[in-house]
């Protein structure tokens, strides 16, 4: 939920974003590889034993030469006992990534009564998004309508919020939750004397894939 004039302040020493898209897909796994096998002191040979996959195999995968399968990708999660996910992050490298709070990255109003703090690692798409709500008293803050098929989940951790969903209301008090349809329109009050807190999961609604039709009526083989 954020306001149309709302602003983004960024900490001092924030470093800039890249512009540059993400690395290849072969390069993210192989960096990770390298990382986990390090971590655990194994060499190739070592983890090749440990996981059924070829020390020349895991040594192309390292080295990007090579994109692996599922399956042998779960050989290997297996032998270094992590998830698939793991050789995939292009953020929290060491399998968790901290965010100081000094450091947040905050979305505030243009008259500064509403804040959203993001409670996630911003560096690349979300399929759902965390964040943290804080509403000045007798404030009315907007909601942006998202796509359909987009839910959002709300907690009040300290106050009151009153969330309308377009003529219904829903008073909600400390430690309430709910859920609501993020495509239809909707505001969120502050209706007491005091700030007010929440925290707020945002599950985005899945994008349908985009399938790639060869030119000149050629098939590709599945």
């Known amino acids: 939920m954020h306001s149309p004039l709302a602003l983004v302040r960024e900490p001092a020493d924030a470093a800039p974003r890249s512009s540059e898209s993400f690395e290849a897909l072969e390069h993210v796994v192989g960096v990770n590889l390298s990382r986990l096998r390090a971590e655990r002191q194994l060499s190739l040979d070592a983890l090749a034993r440990a ?66 703090r993001a409670l996630y690692p911003d560096a690349e798409p979300a399929g759902a998004e965390f964040h943290e709500l804080r509403i000045a008293p007798l404030h009315t803050e907007p909601g942006t309508p998202r796509a359909p098929g987009t839910t959002i989940n709300l907690v009040v ?31 969120l009050r502050n209706p007491g004397d005091k700030e007010a807190r929440a925290y707020q999961v945002t599950v985005n609604a899945e994008t349908p894939p985009r399938w790639e039709v060869p030119r000149d009526g050629a098939r590709e083989a599945l």
């Open 157 to 187: 951790s300290d106050g009151t919020l009153e969330l309308s969903l377009h003529d219904r209301r829903q008073l909600l008090a400390t430690g309430d939750a709910i859920v609501f349809d993020a495509d239809q329109p909707h505001t």
């Open 51 to 116: 996981s059924g996959v070829s020390r020349a195999m895991l040594a192309q995968i390292e080295s990007a030469r090579s994109i692996p399968s599922i399956k042998v990708l779960c050989k290997i999660a297996a032998a270094l006992k992590v998830s698939v996910a793991a050789f995939l992050r292009r953020h929290a490298v060491n399998g968790f990534e901290h965010l100081p709070a000094e450091q947040a990255r905050r979305v505030v109003s243009s008259n500064g009564r509403f804040s959203s």
